[in-house]
């Protein structure tokens, strides 16, 4: 039987390559640019800005949904009228099409303005191959765009994408990943997963993805989606209808309901097509997408509002009026005014303004990834802020943060303490942390004073890295940073501000902050005591993490009793086990899990101290139930 099977395959497949005689030659698909902006030089080199320079810039971020850098026209210097990015010129002789490919992100502030792409040839009058007159935020999206226009029969073809309208009603135009190139003759792609990123526990779910035919010939489309639990395979499924596809055709497959019942979990969902014809796809790289989707249930601590702003600007007072509003009606806001151009800005200040890419003030940027641009002079610009707030304070996040100190003559030593709760698909993190100071007098725009001046960084502008993405979860981190105190820094109008940020994004994950005065000593500390006597020993517990007992391993040199304190998060005393004089040499404690009273703890992070004598060390371990 395995014969006769091998020998109608190899018949069929004969009869394939008949009937598909250009399988026998399958030609190579012609590439004719790439761009990623990966180049420092912008424009990159070829390429030309046809009108209004200083409104196109490299932008480090991927908002267009590739990866950073990205290419980005933004709305200052405000002008009316057209502007192009254009490529450099191309020789598609011989060619009856090609297509072209960015992903992009349009960031919508009012009507009416158009976007698009023109094309030419020798230098002639440009022709619009796609154009969108956007009502709303576009993107980020993956676009696709055939071009079988009559620019393309010349050595001299050039594409530009061009704005036309008042810059004033478009906030930003993120483009990235561009591809100009000749189909494959079979190719399949998955160009889409559409849907909420995060869920809560219990919720319904449709796996969505978008498939598109690429290629130049027609193709039956059979789609898979594998469904994880992080890393733990949960199920795999066809979509039970294989659909045929004509060239450049694009269908939406969604699959049917899923619960994601597990609360501060990470689902990844990754869809692949692949063709029911016995073709090779041209491009494999596109056959697979995944999407994530998170259960969250730690809630934002506080949303980072960071404010570009200077004593010189007409409109910023608007924009600290709206966040002292915030603040003073008792949001859960964390404010950082990053000035330019005036007595308080300095090298972090310049350095956040030019992260953000910041060319007009103010502006005000939520978390990272949320800007409003522009003020005002007399009026509170806090009904402006407020739906910007409260879309970033609404997503839940995998972290939590807490700051701790005390002072020491001139310096505080700060630790900021980095709990991960679940896991978290952010590779590339880091701690920043900023002291900022209010009430400064300063004559100013009619304004009489300066809130939430960013004094200083710690480290330094480029933060702590933060390995999170390989962090166990229900791990702490625990950063020191050293904090010298400066004579002209009033106390009682300083705050601290700690939050991680993802590099590639700009996203905050998590923000918090505390007033200088109210800075807390850490409940305990989880460094040993480097002058207690060697041979007494907290060695560790296993298992660890422990559900519903753990056994504690250490050392004494026999010579005093052992005490054993366990402490939660907050550093309050649960339980306390009080040990004899016991021997010289190595001992195991089993801890039950229980407190004092004998009451069961809840699931969590705990701290064990042992004492004996002078020795004293910290060791943290995880009930997970």
């Not at 906030?171 to 990235?176: G, L, P, V």
């Not at 809560?200 to 039956?220: A, E, H, R």
């Not at 899990?593 to 992070?605: C, K, P, T, W």
């Amino acid at each position: 039987m395995k014969t006769i099977k091998m020998i109608m395959n190899i018949t069929i497949f004969l009869g394939v390559l008949l009937s598909f005689g250009v399988l026998t030659a399958e030609p190579v698909r012609d590439i004719y640019v790439t761009e990623d902006f990966s180049s420092t030089t912008f424009p990159p080199p070829g390429w030309t800005i046809s009108a209004q320079n200083g409104n196109w810039s490299r932008y480090i971020g991927n908002n267009a949904g590739g990866t950073s850098p990205e290419a980005r026209l933004t709305w200052q210097p405000q002008f009316n009228g057209q502007s192009q990015l254009i490529s450099p010129p191309l020789n598609t002789l011989g060619q009856n099409s090609v297509f072209l490919e960015f992903r992009h992100f349009v960031d919508h502030y009012t009507t009416p303005y158009t976007v698009g792409v023109a094309t030419r040839s020798n230098n002639g009058a440009w022709t619009t191959v796609w154009s969108v007159n956007p009502t709303g935020n576009i993107g980020p999206q993956l676009r696709t765009i055939e071009i079988n226009n009559a620019d393309i029969q010349s050595n001299t073809f050039q594409f530009a994408f061009f704005f036309s309208g008042n810059s004033y009603n478009i906030d930003d135009w993120y483009i990235d990943n561009i591809k100009l190139y000749t189909p494959f003759e079979f190719d399949l792609a998955v160009v889409g997963v559409p849907g909420a990123a995060q869920l809560v526990p219990g919720d319904g779910f449709f796996p969505t993805c978008v498939i598109k035919n690429v290629g130049i010939n027609t193709l039956t489309a059979a789609v898979t989606l594998s469904t994880y639990l992080w890393d733990v395979l949960l199920t795999n499924e066809e979509y039970p209808v294989p659909i045929v596809m004509a060239a450049g055709q694009e269908e939406t497959f969604v699959f049917a309901d899923q619960y994601l019942d597990e609360p501060d979990e990470m689902y990844r969902f990754s869809f692949s097509v692949t063709s029911l014809e016995d073709v090779e796809d041209g491009d494999p790289t596109n056959n697979t997408m995944d999407k994530w989707v998170n259960t969250y249930t730690t809630p934002r601590q506080n949303v980072l509002l960071e404010i570009g702003t200077g004593g010189w600007c007409p409109y910023c007072p608007g924009a600290a009026m709206g966040a002292d509003d915030l603040v003073a009606m008792g949001y859960n806001v964390a404010v950082i005014e990053n000035h330019n151009g005036d007595p308080y800005a300095n090298d972090y200040s310049n350095f956040r303004n030019t992260y953000y890419g910041i060319s007009g003030y103010p502006t005000a940027i939520f978390d990272g990834v949320l800007r409003y641009v522009g003020g005002s002079n007399t009026q509170s610009m806090y009904n402006n802020y407020l739906p910007l707030f409260q879309q970033r304070n609404a997503i839940k996040t995998p972290l939590w943060l807490d700051i701790y100190g005390y002072v020491s003559r001139d310096t505080y030593t700060i630790e900021v303490w980095t709990q991960k709760r679940s896991n978290l698909i952010n590779e590339n993190t880091v701690l920043h942390f900023s002291l900022t100071e209010s009430e400064i007098q300063y004559n100013w725009q009619g304004q009489t004073h300066f809130n939430f001046v960013n004094h200083i960084m710690l480290p330094g502008v480029e933060g702590t890295p933060m390995d999170l993405f390989n962090t166990p979860v229900m791990d702490v981190l625990v950063t020191e940073l050293v904090l010298p105190i400066q004579a002209l820094w009033v106390p009682e109008h300083c705050e601290l501000v700690a939050f991680i940020q993802d590099i590639e994004t700009k996203e905050i994950l998590q923000a918090t902050n505390v007033a200088l005065n109210d800075l807390a000593e850490p409940p305990v500390s989880i460094h040993e005591d480097t002058h207690s006597p060697a041979i007494n020993k907290l060695s560790g517990n296993f298992p660890n993490p422990f559900n519903p007992s753990t056994t504690i391993c250490f050392a004494t040199d026999g010579k005093n009793p052992v005490e054993i304190v366990i402490y939660d998060l907050k550093g309050r005393q649960v339980r306390s086990l009080k040990l004899d004089t016991r021997s010289a040499g190595e001992h195991t404690l089993v801890f039950d899990g229980l407190d004092d009273q004998g009451n069961l703890l809840a699931s969590g992070i705990y701290f064990y101290r042992m004492k004996s004598g002078a020795y004293s060390n910290t060791k943290k371990m995880i009930l997970m139930k």
